[in-house]
């Protein structure tokens, strides 16, 4: 079989390369001509552990191609894939620009039938906008619309794609559904569970999936900050919470608030949708707020370390990214930090393993200094802040980093250290929800 994925980015690049480790001929598409030229060379435009080696070894079996031309791209493609951007709008909902786009420029260059696949995350409703869009120029029975919601995460994005919890399919013909369980037979061979439903269904599942994530994360951070009240350890509630087979440990860890490209563009647009709906929900419109609330909060505890005034001082940041294992700095917590260190007047030292480029395009030079590696970043700092918990900042030579630091102040945002233990070597230490 063979099939088109418009959109070569973190969703279509991973989707585009496991459906080719599986034996489907991929063509991915995309309009960055940048993007497609450094792929054809072999290098990767994202971090992503394993993704560049089978990049590779996929093209070289002949089975993973790359183009900027669509209709080159689609041609003889049986399923076609679209998996761009959908970011918000100023108001939270997502932008369905490039989608539509997409759609309009896929319905010029139908050399036969096909099915029109949605994986970019959109909102319920935006099948029906794609069946308009094909439905304006061809008849019913040359094309069907299906909606295939993604779940991969960044940094574990391939071991996601390739053992998912579940494969969500929304379509309405049996061509449709056919076609789809076939692409994605190792899968069921591996009896990972299908659910297939209506496209307005598939396409809801994937926002209330993230907005209940991110409910998990802001619920626990919530009662971190009770624990900062009472004199309690987050990390016990959670454990004890996660033991509870139906809470379940995951997503229950204390931190600065969710970031990333996913969970805050898609509470805005689950709340978006729910308002022009005229049910407004309680719960997502809360998640939003708390969490906005907890990323200031972060700021706040470097702010209290440092005394109260920030002006003229020095804050070494380790980790820029969302989280570990990605060069991804979208929607970052480290963002909130740092304009609000430049704000007060202070400077910041930063590293990240993998984000350094994305956070510099971003965030730009005023102000920052980009470090080499976690000991230069706190060379004559006032405080050090852990904002990211790469596995190389779990053990760090605590011992190296007060002597290399201007005063010993850890602000511990992912709570990788032991309180007591980091305060018998000299340190003053904040965490989040472990006092
Ligand atoms: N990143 C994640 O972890 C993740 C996980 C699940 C779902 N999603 C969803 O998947 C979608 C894509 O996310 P992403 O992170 O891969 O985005 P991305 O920004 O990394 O990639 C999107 C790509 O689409 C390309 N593009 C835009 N318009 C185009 C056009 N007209 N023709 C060809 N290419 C075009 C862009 O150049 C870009 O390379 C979003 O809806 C997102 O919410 C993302």
């Known amino acids: 079989m063979h099939i088109a994925i418009i959109g070569t980015g973190y969703v279509g690049l991973v989707t585009g390369t496991c459906f080719a480790e599986f034996g489907v001929e991929v063509t991915c598409v995309d309009k960055d001509e940048g993007k497609i030229t450094s792929l054809l060379e072999g290098k990767i435009p994202i971090y992503e552990p394993g993704l560049e ?9 002949g089975r993973l191609r790359f183009t900027t031309d669509l209709k080159e791209g689609v041609k003889d493609a049986l399923a ?43 909102p319920v409703g935006t099948g029906e906008e794609v069946r308009k869009v094909f439905s304006k120029h061809l008849p019913e029975d040359r094309f069907d619309i299906a909606s295939n919601p993604e779940f991969l995460r960044e940094g574990s994005a391939i071991e996601d794609f390739m053992r998912p919890d579940r494969i969500i399919i929304g379509a309405e013909t049996e061509q449709a559904r056919a076609i789809l369980r076939d692409l994605y037979r190792p899968l069921y061979l591996i009896e990972t569970p299908f659910v297939f439903t209506n496209i307005a269904t598939a396409e809801l599942i994937k926002y209330a999936s993230n907005a209940f994530l991110a409910t998990k994360i802001t619920y626990i951070n919530e009662m971190a900050n009770l624990c900062e009240q009472i004199g309690g350890d987050v990390h016990v509630v959670a454990k004890a919470m996660g033991l509870d087979g139906r809470i379940g440990s995951k997503f229950l860890r204390a931190g600065p608030g969710y970031g990333g ?24 419109e809360s998640v939003v707020e708390v969490n906005e609330a907890q990323k200031q909060r972060a700021y706040v505890k470097i702010k209290d370390i440092l005394g109260g005034d920030v002006k003229g001082k020095v804050v070494a940041l380790l980790g820029l990214a969302f989280k570990p294992n990605t060069d991804d700095f979208r929607e970052s917590p480290a963002e909130v930090i740092v304009n609000g260190i430049r704000e007060d007047g202070g400077t ?3 590293f990240d393993p993998a984000a350094m480029e994305q956070a510099r395009e971003s965030l730009g030079e005023d102000g920052i200094t980009y470090c080499e590696n976690s000991y230069e970043a706190v060379t004559g700092a006032d405080v050090m802040v852990i904002v990211t918990e790469w596995n190389q900042f779990r053990l760090l030579d605590l011992g190296k980093c007060k002597d290399l630091l201007k005063s010993p102040n850890l602000v511990d945002l992912r709570n990788v250290y032991e309180p007591d233990a980091t305060r018998a070597l000299g340190y003053t230490y904040t965490s989040i929800g472990r006092v």
């Open 261 to 284: 490209s996913c969970f805050p563009k898609d509470t805005l647009a689950l709340l978006n949708i729910s308002r022009k709906l005229g049910y407004p929900s309680k719960i997502v």
């Open 348 to 350: 910041v030292r930063a």
């Open 53 to 61: 080696e089978l990049v590779k070894k996929n093209i070289n079996d």
């Open 80 to 122: 076609v894939f679209i998996a761009v951007g959908t970011p918000p709008r100023e108001d939270g909902s997502a932008d369905l620009s490039h989608v539509l786009q997409v759609a309009e420029e896929i319905s010029q260059c139908m050399d036969g039938y096909k099915v029109i696949v949605t994986k970019s995350t959109v």
